[in-house]
Structures are given as C-alpha cells and as structure tokens.
C-alpha cells in the first residue's frame, strides 16, 4: 500500500499514513471551526495502526468530552482530531500532508453548522450531521 507523509507548519513534528484511507471530508462542526480558525476543516481519516510520527510528538489537547486534538506545541499547527464516537480512527488535516491533493474530499459533514456566509462550489454530497442523509 502506499505511504503518505505530512507535518507541522516548523518542521518539528512529522508523521507518515498508510493507505487506504477510510474516508476524505470537508468537516463544518463548530468544533472544528473554533479549533482551525476556519470556517471548514479537511479530513482523511485511517486506523491509528497506519498512523505513525516519525519525527517529534504531538500535543493533545482535550477539547471536549472525548475528544483529542493533536498540535505543535512550537507553532501551533492543528494535526489530528480522535474521539470516542470514532474508535480506533485518527483523522488527519488534509492540508498538513506533503501532498494534500492525494486525498481530495468526498462529502460536506456538520452542514447544519455551516457559516452562512460560506460557500462552496462543488456536487459533493452534503450531510446535516454524521448520522443524517445529505442534503439537496
């Protein structure tokens, strides 16, 4: 399978995937958005088991019941997101990877709590909330 490699804004942490990925997501939760500082956050999540660091260790900040959010403690940059509702899985932002373009997204996630203000122009599908059917 192939490999992906990815990393801080500093270059002090890096870390590698493994495909294949579970899925690729534009994710619009207010969580995310107050973590990122954006108003959508890509994902592609794995298995913890195709996740490795294999240069410096994240920090994890505990951002809400069950939920890990790794970062750099040197420059800030958002990596990871767990939580208990998805176990065994680490999701990676997209943008964090050497080459994000490997795992372009396949769905709009929390569009209940898109921006208003923000759009997109693309047909992916668009899902209110993570147990809910896209919308139209």
Request: glycine share 8%; proline share 6%.
């Amino acid at each position: 399978m192939a490999s992906h490699e990815g990393g801080c804004h500093c270059g002090a942490i890096r870390y590698r995937i493994e495909e294949p990925a579970k899925f690729s997501s534009l994710c619009h939760c207010r969580s995310c958005q107050r973590s990122s500082g954006t108003p959508v956050s890509a994902f592609v999540g794995v298995f913890e088991v195709q996740f490795e660091e294999t240069k410096g260790c994240r920090a994890i900040y505990l951002s809400s019941p069950g939920v890990r959010r790794g970062f750099c403690q040197i420059c800030g940059t958002s990596l990871t997101f767990a939580g208990e509702n998805w176990p065994s899985e680490i999701h990676i932002y997209t943008a964090t990877l050497d080459d994000p373009e490997a795992f372009a997204p396949k769905v709009h996630t929390m569009m209940d709590d898109n921006i208003t203000w923000f759009h997109t122009a693309d047909d992916l599908p668009r899902l209110g909330s993570f147990a809910a059917k896209p919308k139209d």
